[in-house]
DNA sequence: CACTTGATTGAACGATCGTTCAAGAATAAT
DNA sequence: ATTATTCTTGAACGATCGTTCAATCAAGTG
């Protein structure tokens, strides 16, 4: 609280005058993360394939040196908040997830990624994959190149029908 | 404090008579929490084929309806904490990571894992695999079983060789 | 049985938490 | 110039944080 009344140059009184609450000013600042992670994607899309992108985001996402976190806002406080922040962390990555899909689904219009594969489950499966790598990335010392570079050869490799494998439920 | 004091039965001085500090019972706290996943996967070593064990460990954790967390420990705390606390969780999860790669190079010898694939690698993706999708099973209304059949059917895959990719470094 | 040792107790510490509020200062409308 | 309106201020609230400590109690030892 007191870093936050200093870093915002308020007094308690006026604090509390321009966001109703602590949690309020947190949903604030979950809301303007999740819209510059939007923006970010959509400026992607302005100039690259919608595979390149769904590359790039990865790649921006988990390497860049010039944001401070590695770890992802949406996930930590999916994972350390319960009830309206929760739910409204819930909703932004739900939201992310929807533009992912729609990018799976015009990647394969452009051929980039064979038809036999659901764009939901790719964009689901995208967005875990993501959370994973930024919590990874966390960790000290962990070469996070090498990581993206995997995940990377993964998306490229969809241009193929999936594998028809033994799917041997248990 | 007041809840650890509660539920342990110890007041104040007893509590620093037992444990150096709060954060001295998060350590031990963690360390049975690392304990008792390596616990579990050793259980499964007994009866499984090395990549049923991988196989059958995803499903365990993440799927999990006994267990009372669907997110990690480990990753939570190496996102929320810093210090001592990150390190030790840093620890944990190189360890588990050893034993993950470990399993892949048995399935590698089994022939159930193509042995083009590199262990060290794999042990790494299947670890943030798990971490991301353990993240998304926290979200409400989450699939988690869709995700997991997603994961294992990337895991059965790789009993055929690495797909030849177009590798275009950026 | 006196006696050292170890654990348990409960009060108290200063710090911070998130928040409220009455009083004052600045600004705009009349 | 005066009033009405909004903003800012700083003190104070009760709650909890993590921790310390002197005092009390219990157990085992000689």
Redesign the pocket.
Known sequence: ????GDVL??????????FE????LFLLALDRYAADGAARLAELEVSLEPLEVLIDHLRQVVLATDRPARACMLSKTLLETEGALKARADAHLSEMEARFATLFRKAQSAADIHRAHDPAHLARRYQADLIGLRAMAERPGTDAATLVADSVAGLRALSEPPRADRVAET
């Open positions: 609280m007191k870093d936050l140059g308020l007094k308690p009184g006026s604090f509390y005058g321009a609450s602590k949690e309020g």
